[in-house]
C-alpha cells in the first residue's frame, strides 16, 4: 500500500520548493506533474508540431517516454532534459498543451505509473481532484497573485534576469485564468483538501505547517 500525498495549488505559490523539501524531511518520493506537461511541450518543439496538429500529437504521446528520478533529473525519450524543460520557449507552450483532452489522459496514466508502490507526494493542479481523489491526505497550496508575482520577480533577480513586475503579475493572471477555466481537470481546491495560504509565510513556516499536517494523518 502506498500513502499519497497530493499538493495542488497555482503557479507560483510555492509547491515546487515546499514539496520537495517536505518529501526530503518525509522520506516520500517527490513527484513534480507540472514536469510530465513540460516534457511533452517540448517534444512538440522538438518535432515540430502545432496544438492543431492531432495525428501527429497522437502518434508522439504514443513513443512519448518520460523519467523521473529521485534526485529530481528528468528525462525525456533518454535525453537529460530538466533545465531545458524550464525554458521561455516551453513556459509559453505548456499552458495551452495541458489543455488538450489526449495530452491529460495519456500523462493521467504517466503519472499514476511513476506513483505505482510508492510513498509519494505528488504536485500539480488535479491530483487530489483527478489523479489521486482518493490520496490519504491532499493540501492545497495558494499565494495572492501579486505575491506570487514578487517573488517570481526575486526569484529571477537571483538568476540575473531583468523582470517587470508588472508584465510577471499579468502572465501569471493569465496563467491562472487558463488553468482554472480549463474544461477538463481545471485548477481547483478539493473539497476535502486543507487550505494553507502562504502569503505571508516563510518557507520554513509552510513547511513546518504541512509537515504537521501529514504526520498527523499518517499516524
Ligand atoms: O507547475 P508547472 O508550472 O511546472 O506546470 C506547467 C503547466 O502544466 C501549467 O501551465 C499547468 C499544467 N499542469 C496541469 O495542467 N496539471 C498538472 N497536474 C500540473 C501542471
Do not use: W
Request: aromatic residues 4%; charged residues 30%; hydrophobic residues 40%.
Amino acid at each position: 500500500m502506498s500513502f499519497i500525498v497530493a499538493i495542488d495549488g497555482p503557479a507560483g505559490a510555492g509547491k515546487g520548493t515546499i514539496t520537495q523539501l517536505v518529501g526530503k524531511k518525509l522520506g516520500l518520493v517527490n513527484i513534480d506533474t507540472g514536469a510530465t506537461f513540460r516534457c511533452v511541450a517540448l517534444n512538440m518543439i522538438q518535432e515540430n508540431i502545432n496544438i492543431q496538429e492531432e495525428e501527429k500529437i497522437v502518434k508522439m504521446l504514443d513513443k512519448i517516454n518520460i523519467e523521473m528520478y529521485p534526485d529530481g533529473n528528468v528525462f525525456l525519450n533518454g535525453e537529460e532534459v530538466t533545465h531545458r524543460i524550464r525554458e521561455n520557449d516551453v513556459n509559453r507552450f505548456v499552458s495551452p498543451v495541458s489543455v488538450l483532452p489526449m495530452v491529460r489522459n495519456k500523462l493521467l496514466e504517466v503519472q499514476r505509473r511513476i506513483a505505482e508502490g510508492k510513498d509519494v507526494i505528488m504536485e500539480g493542479r488535479d491530483i487530489g481532484t483527478v489523479v489521486f481523489p482518493n490520496a490519504d491526505v491532499k493540501i492545497y497550496l495558494d499565494a495572492t497573485a501579486e505575491e506570487r508575482a514578487r517573488r517570481r520577480v526575486a526569484q529571477n533577480q537571483e538568476k540575473g534576469i531583468q523582470s517587470s513586475y508588472d508584465e510577471v503579475l499579468q502572465g501569471i493572471k493569465e496563467r491562472d485564468r487558463r488553468d482554472s477555466t480549463r474544461e477538463i481537470a481545471p485548477l481547483r481546491r478539493a473539497e476535502d483538501a486543507i487550505y494553507v495560504d502562504s502569503t505571508n509565510l516563510s518557507i520554513e513556516q509552510v513547511v513546518e505547517k504541512m509537515i504537521k499536517i501529514i504526520e498527523e494523518r499518517r499516524k
